[in-house]
């Protein structure tokens, strides 16, 4: 039975030899010691690259908790992706389309699920994941443990740190430690490490645990850092010097300093300003300088010391300047109209010496006096608007100081409206805003409004914007404005909306999204609307299998093994007549009815197609399928020494193999002949 056609793959590398493949069903095939089998011989087509599949699924999951796994693919051909998979577990579910093998295993799943292979086919050659297990573990309930210890202590003082624990199940409870540091002891019954000390270093990955006989847990690892005793610090120094000074005017500054216990501090500087004295008890640098010290002294430094160490401020400055009148305050810059306006400045100079002020750019509704500054008036209303530039000079004769400019506007008093209106309200429902304004006494404010809805009335004496929408009136009444005025001048409320809102029905419920062919189906929603409107229902995307009710919303049928596939974005809706409610898009995956197996064996090539010994092989390639010319299905067995292989979760029909046998480097050999098995 077999047939032996060289394949030529490369200029130098040598070929494998062809295959024989068996299929034990009910009789052997020729070639295998049967009879009846046909030898076919294939030429493999390097120009087909097969697809890719890669990625790292989880082996385990714990009872209660969600299972994900989705596999990787390129696609060089850029065909339609299939997938498929073996040995699915019970309680999970797989997705053709993507390869998604997903679920959440009850505690009834506790145990391991062997030999899961995923399988992707572009539709001419496939590729599979390796075999994995998934181990479904129980949900234990381990004690807890708990505490942050201290991670650093100085060499000679006391360390302790006692875990909080606590077990679920109420029963004894024993400690342990890792890594305790050689200075310390450790409690197993209550967890606590202490000690004290001697020198100083790092005792890292100190891990403390807590058991209950079956399960365990244990604190994040930590390092407790021993440091050495701190020298006697330094004398420490700070303060911020005054930099300037006026001629004749007292000058002091007194730095604070700290140094050890026991130890007297004394102070020195260098660069003392030759009008000053320094004192080396307590630091102070004091002076008044004449008008014939006007002038900068630079770079003075004062540092203090305790006889071991010493310390410095940073060297500063100190500016002497010439003697003038100063003037200070802060003027108003607003007025009303009608009320009474005044500044005076706080001025001062030197003594003998008489003060006088001027002002530049005084207000017309102003007066000013120039022997206190005083700027003082009461505008009217013909004097609203900005007065500015306005400057207040004082002046000894000899020198003089200015505030700086400054503006006062003159306002008009307007009304005022204030309140935040609704800007939402259902059909049928009463909606009412009433504006709260104030305005001048003696003057009467009216109201007015911009873009009234329909549906509404306006009181122009309150601002009160009332009324009822009907059904008619659903959707957005934008830009409404309501505005106040005294009869000189209105002030408005921002602009607003008010959205009259229908009130829709409401739908609810969960429709199953798997269904095997031959099952039935079938999904009712839950819905509700407004009282005495009738309710109806449709759908988009009904599955070509099902039927639907427009008056309860049921979607219902038995897919037959020809609706095999995903019938996705199915949604459905319930409508009062005037609005609508709709539950989310979903999907149904109708899946088929698995039933058949498969044995292959075949006898492994020993040599190339040039006679050379074969000494590299690294497994075998079964491609498979329901047509002997489209075998668009593929397990990789990746063992050199495999002599036969049983293929599962086959259809009823008659399924079609060869075995391809392939090297370490990637070499492929002919394909074996073609067996095949009918499957009832």
């Given at each position: ?20 493949l068996?299929?034990?069903a ?20 390097a ?11 989880a ?21 339609t ?9 019970s ?5 053709t ?5 997903s679920?959440t295993p009850?505690?009834?799943n506790v ?6 292979v995923?399988s ?5 050659v ?10 479904v ?12 210890p ?8 006391a ?6 624990a ?10 342990s ?10 409690s ?5 490490l202490s000690?004290t ?15 209950d006989?079956?399960l ?12 050495a ?6 004398p ?6 005054a930099?300037?000074?006026t001629?004749g ?5 007194t ?8 130890l007297?501090?004394t ?7 030759s ?35 010493s310390?410095s ?5 100190i500016?002497v ?52 500054g005083?700027?003082?008036g ?14 207040i ?9 200015s ?12 009304p ?11 059909e ?10 104030t ?14 809805p329909?549906?509404?009335?306006f ?15 659903v959707?957005?009444?934008?830009n ?16 607003f ?31 509700s609307?407004?009282?005495g ?13 099902a ?11 038995t897919p ?16 009062d ?19 058949g ?16 010994p074969?000494?590299d092989?690294?497994?075998?390639i ?17 063992s ?16 079609y ?5 392939y ?7 002919a ?8 499957i009832?």
């Amino acid at each position: 039975m077999e047939s032996q056609v060289g394949t030529v793959f490369s200029r130098r590398a040598p070929v494998l030899g062809a295959l024989t493949l068996c299929v034990f069903a009910v009789a052997a095939l020729a070639g295998c010691g049967g009879g009846g089998g046909t030898d076919v011989s294939t030429v493999v087509d390097a120009s087909v690259k097969p697809p890719t599949i890669s990625g790292t699924p989880a082996t385990q999951v714990t009872a209660g908790q969600a299972y994900s796994f989705t596999p990787t693919t390129t696609n060089p051909t850029g065909n339609t992706l299939s997938f498929s998979v073996q040995n699915l577990p019970s309680w999970a579910t797989f997705s053709t389309s993507n390869g998604a093998l997903s679920g959440t295993p009850s505690s009834s799943n506790v145990g391991t699920f062997p030999n899961i292979v995923i399988s992707v086919s572009n539709g001419k050659v496939s590729a599979s994941l390796p075999p994995f297990s998934i181990q479904v573990a129980p949900d234990p309930q381990p004690p807890t443990i708990s505490g942050t210890p201290a991670t650093q202590v100085t060499a000679g003082q006391a360390y302790s740190f006692t875990p909080t624990a606590t077990d679920p199940a109420g029963g004894s409870l024993t400690f342990s430690i890792q890594n305790l540091p050689s200075w310390a002891t450790f409690s197993t019954s209550t967890g606590a490490l202490s000690g004290t000390p001697a020198s100083a270093g790092t005792f890292a990955n100190i891990v403390i645990s807590v058991s209950d006989g079956q399960l365990s847990a244990s604190l994040p690892a930590f390092s407790i850092q021993v440091t050495a005793v701190a020298p006697p610090p330094a004398p420490t120094i700070s303060g911020v010097p005054a930099t300037s000074v006026t001629a004749g005017h007292p000058y002091s500054f007194t730095p604070s300093a700290s140094g050890p216990a026991g130890l007297t501090l004394t102070f020195s500087v260098q660069n003392l300003p030759s009008w000053a004295t320094f004192s080396t008890s307590t630091g102070t640098l004091s002076g008044t300088p004449p008008a014939a010290y006007v002038g900068t002294f630079t770079n003075i430094i004062i540092s203090v010391s305790d006889g071991q160490a010493s310390a410095s401020l940073p060297g500063f400055s100190i500016q002497v300047n010439a003697q003038s009148p100063t003037i200070s305050g802060t003027p108003a810059t607003t007025v009303n109209e009608g009320q009474a306006y005044s500044f005076t400045p706080t001025a001062s100079g030197p003594t003998g010496l008489t003060l006088s002020y001027s002002v530049q750019n005084l207000p017309s509704w102003a007066s000013f006096n120039t022997s206190t500054g005083t700027l003082s008036g009461t505008p009217s209303s013909s004097n609203v608007g900005t007065f500015s530039g306005i400057v207040i000079t004082v002046s000894d004769g000899p020198a003089s100081a200015s505030l700086a400019a400054f503006s006062i506007q003159v306002k008009a008093v307007p009304p005022t409206i204030s309140g935040t209106p609704s800007t939402a309200v259902n059909e049928a429902q009463a909606y009412s805003f009433t504006p709260t304004a104030t305005g001048p006494s003696g003057l009467a404010l009216s109201f007015s409004v911009q873009n009234l809805p329909s549906w509404a009335s306006f009181n122009a004496t309150t601002g009160t914007l009332s009324g009822t929408p009907s059904s008619s009136n659903v959707g957005t009444f934008s830009n409404i404005v309501i505005s106040v005025s005294d009869g000189q001048l209105s002030a408005s409320l921002a602009a607003f909306s008010i959205q009259v809102k229908a009130v829709p029905p409401t739908i609810g419920g969960t429709p199953s999204t798997l269904v095997t062919a031959g099952q039935a189906y079938s999904f009712t929603p839950t819905a509700s609307g407004p009282a005495g409107l009738t309710l109806g229902f449709s759908v988009q995307n009904l599955p070509s299998w099902a039927t639907f009710s427009v008056a309860t919303g049921t979607v219902s049928g038995t897919p037959s093994s020809s609706n095999v596939g995903t019938f996705a974005n199915i949604v459905i809706s319930v409508s009062d007549g005037q609005a609508s409610a709709a539950l989310p898009a979903f999907s149904i995956q109708v899946n088929a009815v698995v039933s058949g197996t498969a044995t292959l064996s075949w006898v492994a090539p020993t040599t190339n197609t040039d006679g050379s010994p074969l000494t590299d092989l690294a497994g075998f390639i079964i491609n498979y399928g329901t047509s002997a010319t489209n075998l668009s299905q593929q397990i990789t067995v990746s063992s050199a020494t495999a002599t036969g292989y049983t293929v599962t979760g086959l259809t009823t029909g008659t399924w079609y193999f060869t075995v391809i046998a392939y090297t370490t480097v990637g070499t492929q050999s002919a394909p074996s002949n073609v067996g095949s098995k009918a499957i009832s």
